[in-house]
């Protein structure tokens, strides 16, 4: 196996033409669900590849619990540099595991802080909320709500307001919460996936524009009102709802909605260029995918043939 053990740790690298090729080449729905299967399929068998790599090289510690045939040279003889390896990869998994763990109880701490904010609101899908800073989110839940200003619905017009309604209910029905948490995770377990994270982000934002803009069906009436709630939208919102929000790079948005509607289908046909890119770049994805499963779950094996029988 040699140097392959390693390969969990080092193919998310491989993503980065992945994400780029997947946000401009495929329907945003279709790159959403794609980068973000890709970056937790990566990120658990990288941090798989550093629990055994851990396992390997410390079995045979003082006090280690592990079985010692976990630790013998046919096992060392797969893992190269196996005690280092294995010493790194303990502080490896600490700051992977403390990582995600501030990630995920941010995320809860963020939901409930936003709950709290809501208390005492109609229970209706909209709230608005009196305040001079012009704001607009979807805060998620078992009931998910739209959240908006005072100020943002008196700087849009009435068809303007609509569109951003449909935007924010776009990301209510299709849980884009969900796919945001997923990518920041993986981009905490690997630091490799974190262009991926980027990526999903702005297109989750694609997805809902076009939804959106289908919704209505006037895709310039979009563009505008998703420029013009960006320009009267503080820089850096301070509200605990507003860590579901991102926004990504709005001109980018601006332009894809003032260009051709994507299509359609999930999957361009092959024999196009940009089919050509979407079907590589789907394909890159899954044999990036296939390989680090295949380093990690190879290793795994190799353990398990040396664990004897009790």
């Known amino acids: ?22 946000e401009q080449q495929l329907h945003p729905r279709s790159a959403t669900r794609l980068l973000t299967t890709v970056s937790v399929v990566l990120a658990v068998c990288s941090t798989l590849c550093l629990a055994l790599l851990m396992v390997v090289g410390t079995a045979q510690l003082p006090g280690n619990p592990l079985p010692d045939g976990w630790s013998d040279p046919e096992v060392r003889a797969a893992v190269p540099f196996d005690e280092i390896a294995g010493k790194a990869s303990i502080v490896a998994l600490i700051a992977v595991a403390a990582a995600c763990t501030a990630t995920g109880v941010r995320h809860w701490r963020v939901r409930r802080q936003a709950r709290q904010a809501l208390a005492g609101l ?7 909320l009196p305040d001079d800073m012009p704001y607009a ?31 924010e209910r776009v990301h209510l029905t299709a849980r884009h919460h969900r796919h945001l948490l997923a990518v920041q995770l993986a981009a905490r377990a690997n630091p490799f996936l974190r262009p991926l994270a980027t990526a999903v982000a702005y297109t989750a934002e694609r997805w809902a524009d076009e939804e959106a803009a289908h919704a209505i069906g006037d895709r310039r009436l979009m563009a505008r009102a998703v420029g013009k709630a960006a320009l009267i939208s503080p820089a850096v919102p301070s509200l605990p709802f507003a860590a579901f929000a991102t926004p990504g790079p709005v001109p980018r948005r601006v332009a894809a909605l003032l ?20 079907w590589m770049a789907a394909t ?14 190879g290793l795994a094996l190799v353990l398990h043939a040396a664990t004897p029988f009790v």
């Open 1 to 22: 196996m040699g140097v392959f053990v390693f390969l969990p740790l080092v193919l998310p690298f491989t993503a980065w033409p992945i994400a780029r090729l997947a």
């Open 122 to 128: 109609p229970p209706r899908q909209v709230a608005v």
């Open 137 to 167: 989110h979807a805060v998620p839940g078992k009931q998910g709500r739209i959240v908006v200003s005072t100020a943002m619905l008196a700087g849009l017009n009435s068809r303007e307001r609509r569109a951003l309604f449909a935007h």
């Open 259 to 278: 260009g051709p509607a994507p299509c359609p289908r999930g999957w361009p046909p092959v024999f196009t260029p940009a089919g050509f890119a979407a």
């Open 284 to 297: 890159g994805a899954a044999a990036s995918a296939l390989s680090s499963a295949n380093a990690a779950i």
